[in-house]
């Protein structure tokens, strides 16, 4: 398995993949439970995701809402991972926040004074904003531990936001009243000829990227 650093710097947005490998089911395993115990804020992991092997399904899925730049991404990847997130009522309602803090094993009293205090607090944020950007979070680490396994990613939000998430509320993969998918990631094997139709990988330097104060 690749250092932090090594993937990091492995890491590529694919074009697309090699349809002759398959990530083993133990491996995709390991990616999942990367963006299931990433940092959420709050604690309050709002975030599920919708795990897509299905040929059909992905086909039907990419050519009902996504744009057709990322049709073949999606089409050669072995698996894709739509990113669910709670939507702002969802999101910031006592039920969902008091269901999330009750696994702490507060007392009655405290359960309720902290219940009250999140509500509070995400009252008075962008709790929808606030929601999907766990998602973002969640990804980055599984985009990062599929690199640690030489297994390769692209992060797409190319796709009709209301089409995707009507198509998968009708067919009961989601609740479109309760939630949403923001982002999108495909994951799969490369080979030596795919990566070498990569441009280099380019990136401002570290005295541009950073200000020390």
Not at 1 to 7: F, G, P, R, S, W
Not at 115 to 131: F, K, M, N, P
Request: net charge negative; proline share 1%; glycine share 4%.
């Amino acid at each position: 398995m690749k250092t932090v650093e090594n993937a990091i710097k492995f890491r590529r947005s694919m074009q697309e993949f090699d349809t002759n490998k398959k990530i083993d089911t133990k491996d995709l395993t390991t990616i999942l439970n990367a963006g299931r115990l990433a940092p959420s804020g709050l604690g309050s992991e709002p975030t599920r995701v919708l795990v897509i092997r299905d040929n059909e399904i992905k086909k039907e899925i990419t050519e009902d809402a996504f744009n057709q730049l990322n049709w073949n991404k999606i089409k050669t990847a072995d698996t894709l991972i739509l990113f669910v997130s709670l939507k702002e009522d969802t999101f910031k309602s006592r039920e969902f926040v008091s269901t999330r803090l009750q696994r702490w094993g507060l007392n009655e009293a405290d359960l309720a004074d902290r219940t009250d205090a999140y509500v509070d607090y995400l009252s008075t944020i962008d709790a929808a904003t606030y929601s999907s950007n766990q998602a973002y979070i969640a990804m980055s680490y599984m985009s990062l531990q599929a690199a640690s396994l030489d297994i390769e990613s692209v992060i797409m939000q190319g796709f009709a936001f209301d089409k995707l998430n009507d198509l998968l509320d009708k067919k009961g993969y989601i609740n479109k009243e309760k939630e949403a998918v923001h982002i999108s990631m495909a994951v799969g094997y490369s080979n030596e000829q795919i990566r070498a139709k990569l441009y280099p990988q380019i990136r401002i330097s570290l005295d541009e990227f950073c200000d020390y104060i």
